[in-house]
């Protein structure tokens, strides 16, 4: 029933008849068994939806209550061989001398519990409360149906045996549109999956406020909510209904329904049942609800044994191969002017509070210091500082091109700021003579700058690797920003969550407006200011960044002066290394689940099981082995959910080891 964390739930909406118990039943056993197909191992039907929900005043008639009773015991033993899950019918129960409107959890072939109503509405063309009793006017504890004794009450929750962290709440309609929820109450004791059985009738705009209750109540419980709600066939004399279906995790729609249909439908999702926990896990405060609490009495429990096939693949739910990336051109806008103006503010004060210095920055022609010069050419603009106080420094090595040189020159003089060129290649090659350095074997006695550049664009590619070489341009670069000005550094997320930076280099600034961007959301970034901030040169140096090769540019160039220090082709993908990023720090994926996403992601190729297996080995050895770096780093702005600073979402030791994590990574097979 459960794969990898994923359980998959449904929300009916079955065609009735009203008053029809009979049919009603049939119609939804047709469900269950479409729902058995599809592997769904819990399955939510509409409030009353044995009996029909509009039929008023023949809620009172012993005939109809009668029915429904044995349409109730028809479908429990029917569960029996047709579903192997949950199954929550709405119908109403008479105990105590009152007629209550109720949810009985099934499981096969038993009734689990009965839970009634607790908020009648009885306003507009809601008259409930002339048929049912509220839940607090129950005074019995259990009942019986068929000789069996039954737990009912608002206080049952109804965990999973051998599945950590699935339990369900249920509610019914009203109660969530009350200020404490039921479902709040019970999230509060365990309940990670609620199901609300609704009839909800249809006005204009409502269909909005419904949604985003249902998301908003999913969020603030750290829970996934399924909400059924019957359709057109209970339409009748003022009010239609429009079958509106909801499931929600955490805030997020994961699945919605159309309304208005005049057939049966289904609504199917997975959710993501290790998500929760791990968000319980971390938000503290969630579980400081003694308030709530003191509200409720302990909660009743009543477990149920899962069987059945796991979720078929693919999964039942989008899994976004560049979730740091905005999707959906409705939010694409004011997502990226989020962005920037998160960035533009940590700096603005930054620099406020130290007096509005000038400030350095280094321009190699790619992708991440392009963005941070974005950043800082509007964080001027904003404190009103004239933009030539911005220094920028292009500083060429051996591992220069000529196309990032000119995109850096080109975006300097664009942009407006002070820009200086800088060829460091003598001041390395004068630091190697001192540290007696040999790079790549060769004797430095005697060489030029540019004889000492021509002898390493020949080396043969099996030749191409000198820490020592790469690690002086790097700082030099650094050494000489620092002597310039206040330094606002460039480097993202991404290389700081792979140690893909020289410490004490790229590593080092005074603050870093990009330290919280990943670079998936870099390239993205730089490519929409493109091409909705600006026109003309800047727009074509801009594309033309984005369209470059990402390197680090410190090893030499081949003989045509091309870049032959691709990252991507040292370190992997970084749609992969962010797409695991993403899993491992926000919702603490283990390798095996992360591997699993990634099979049910789109990326922007192909990648086979062992390529994917590969790179998270990459990935994990080197954050485990990169963390030092991150204990220093400078300031900069936590702008999405993932951030690697020391002070803030990730502390660490930096002498952790990968070994577990590398362990269960090889192990795990394709599934």
């Known amino acids: ?126 008259y409930e409360q002339r048929w049912f009793a509220p839940a607090a006017n129950a005074h019995s504890r259990f009942m019986t149906i068929a000789g069996d004794e039954i737990p009912f ?172 990336v905005p999707s959906g051109t409705s939010e694409l806008s004011e997502r990226c002017e989020e962005i920037f103006s998160t960035q533009v503010a940590g700096l603005a004060k930054r620099l406020e509070t130290i007096g509005k210095p000038a400030v350095a920055i280094g321009i190699s022609g790619g992708l991440d210091s392009t963005l941070a010069l974005l950043v800082t050419c509007k964080t001027f603009d904003l404190l009103e500082i004239p933009r030539p106080r911005i220094q920028a420094l292009t500083m060429p090595g051996f591992g220069t091109t000529n196309r990032t040189r000119e995109n850096a020159l080109a975006l300097m003089r664009q942009l407006g700021v002070s820009s200086r ?65 206040f330094v606002v550094g460039t480097g993202d997320v991404s290389e700081l969550a792979l140690g893909w930076c020289t410490y004490n280099a790229d590593h080092m600034s005074m603050y870093n407006p990009n330290v919280s961007i990943p670079k998936t959301l870099v390239k993205f970034l730089v490519e929409w200011v493109a091409r909705h901030e600006f026109e003309g040169e800047v727009r074509t140096t801009l594309l033309d960044i984005v369209d470059t090769i990402i390197s680090p540019e410190l090893l030499p160039t081949d003989v045509q002066g091309q870049i032959t220090q691709s990252t991507e082709s040292s370190i992997g993908p970084y749609e992969l290394h962010d797409f695991y990023l993403y899993h491992f720090l926000r919702f603490g994926a283990s390798p095996e689940k992360i591997l699993f996403l990634s099979t049910q992601a789109t990326f922007s190729r192909s990648y086979s099981f062992e390529e994917l297996r590969r790179w998270l080995q990459v990935f994990l050895r080197r954050f485990f082995m990169s963390q030092f770096k991150r204990s220093c780093l400078p300031d900069g702005p936590k702008v999405g959910s993932i951030s690697l600073s020391p002070r803030g979402d990730w502390r660490m030791p930096s002498d952790a080891t990968a070994a577990a994590w590398l362990a269960w990574a090889k192990e795990v097979n394709p599934s």
Not at 186 to 215: C, H, M, P, W
Not at 441 to 464: F, Q
Not at 473 to 479: K, L, N, V
Request: hydrophobic share 40%; net charge neutral.
């Open 1 to 126: 029933m459960i794969h990898h964390g994923f359980v998959r739930v449904a929300a009916a909406c079955p065609e009735l008849r009203v008053a029809d118990c009979e049919y009603n039943v049939a119609r939804i056993l047709a469900q269950v068994r479409q729902a058995q197909a599809e592997t769904v191992g819990i399955l939510v039907f509409p409030e009353l939806c044995i009996t029909g929900y509009t039929c008023a005043d023949l809620f009172q008639q012993p005939t109809l209550l009668r029915s429904s009773l044995l349409a109730l015991k028809q479908l429990a033993e029917a569960t029996t061989t047709q579903f192997s899950g949950v199954i929550v019918v709405g119908l109403p129960i008479q105990v105590d001398d009152q007629l209550f409107n109720c949810a009985c959890v099934l499981h096969q072939g038993r009734i689990l519990g009965i839970i009634p109503k607790s908020f009648l509405p009885n306003y507009k063309e809601f």
């Open 153 to 324: 009450g608002t206080d049952l929750l109804f965990p999973a045996e051998g599945i950590d962290g699935l339990t369900i709440g249920v509610e019914i309609c009203e109660d969530l549109w009350t200020p404490i929820p039921p479902s709040s109450l019970q999230a509060q004791a365990g309940a990670t999956l609620l199901l609300n059985l609704s009839a909800s009738n249809e006005v204009i705009g409502k269909a909005n406020y419904r949604r985003q209750l249902v998301v908003n109540q999913s969020g603030r419980c750290l829970a996934a909510y399924v909400y059924s709600s019957c359709g057109v066939c209970e339409s009748t004399t003022d009010v239609v209904f429009g079958g509106h279906c909801l499931i929600a995790e955490n805030g997020v729609l994961l699945a919605e329904s159309r309304r208005f249909q005049r057939t049966g439908h289904l609504t199917i999702a997975d959710i993501d049942i290790d998500r929760l926990r791990t968000d319980r896990l971390r938000m503290n405060s969630f579980g400081d609800g003694a308030l709530y609490r003191s509200q409720q009495r302990e909660s009743r429990k009543i477990t149920w044994l899962p069987s059945g096939p796991p979720p078929s693949l693919p999964l039942r739910r989008f899994i976004d191969a560049h979730p740091f």
């Open 421 to 485: 060129e800088i060829d460091i290649r003598s001041m390395c090659l004068a630091e190697m003579r001192a540290l007696g350095h040999r790079p790549f074997g060769i004797s430095l006695e005697g060489l030029s700058v540019k004889e000492l550049t021509e002898r390493l664009r020949v080396l043969p590619a099996e030749n191409r690797h000198d820490l020592v070489f790469e690690n002086i341009q790097a700082r030099m670069r650094t050494s000489l920003l620092m002597n310039t000005a």
